[in-house]
Each structure stands twice: as C-alpha cells, then as structure tokens.
C-alpha cells in the first residue's frame, strides 16, 4: 500500500516557521526524505522531526513506523502529540500464543508451556504468526 503525503510547495528548501517555543528552522528537504522514507541515518532536528511526524500522522501513518522514520522513539511522539491515542487491543492475551507469553513475562509469572512454545515458533518464523502477535 502506497500513501501519497503531500507536502507544502515553497520556494525555499529552508523554512523560518514561528511556533509557541520560538523560532524554528526546518529543512523542508530533510523533512520530505523523512517522510518518503528516503532518510538514510540523516538525523533531523528537532523541529524538523516534529513537522514530519506531524504529516505522518496526520496521513494516518502507523505510530510505530512514523518513529522510525522521523528516527525518534514512541514515547517522544507521545509528549510531542498526546491527542494521538494508541490502539488498544479489545481481547485480552491468550494463553497459548506470544502475547499470551509476553503478558506472563509482564506479571512476572512463569509462562505457561504453550506460550513457550508459540513464542519459541514466533522468533523461529515470525511471519507465520502476524495476526496472532
């Protein structure tokens, strides 16, 4: 699936935007790599993450892959944008698959010896098991 993000047309590849903290600079042409996914290892400023984790996000890009590719991680996303709710799994873990052995982990139990199994299967072959992590 391909996601086309437009990005604001300007005549300079660097911008002077006034926000609430000051002065920013953003280089609109680092941000469009980031947001295309093109950045190779380039490290973004600040502002310049936060404007291009804003397009992300606003394009409806998931959390996760917005932190990689703005190269920061979710909980800066999170005090950058606590609007931006994560999705909540409605079924609790089940016994017997990795999220059922990761949340034995979580409690600090023993896991059970069909969650050792479905996690042992998961880091084995991790793409048979998409839809049940």
């Given at each position: 699936m391909t996601t086309s993000i437009r990005l604001p047309r300007m005549a300079a590849p660097t911008?002077?935007?006034?926000?609430?903290?000051?002065l920013a600079v953003i280089d609109t042409i680092a941000v469009e790599r980031a947001v295309t996914g093109n950045r190779?290892?380039?490290?973004?400023?600040?502002?310049e993450a936060q404007y291009a984790a804003s397009l992300l996000l606003e394009a409806g890009i998931e959390y996760t892959l917005v932190a990689v590719?703005?190269?920061v991680d979710r909980r800066t996303l999170r005090g950058w944008f606590p609007e931006q709710t994560r999705t909540v799994r409605s079924t609790p873990p089940v016994c017997g698959t990795p999220?059922?052995?990761?949340?034995?982990?979580?409690?600090?139990?023993?896991?059970?010896?069909?969650c050792k199994a479905a996690a042992a299967?998961?880091?084995?072959?991790?793409?048979e098991l998409e839809d049940a992590a």
């Open positions: 911008v002077f935007v006034s926000g609430r903290d000051g190779n290892d380039a490290t973004l400023t600040t502002d590719q703005v190269g999220r059922g052995y990761k949340a034995h982990l979580r409690r600090g139990e023993i896991a059970c010896t069909g299967t998961a880091r084995r072959r991790p793409w």
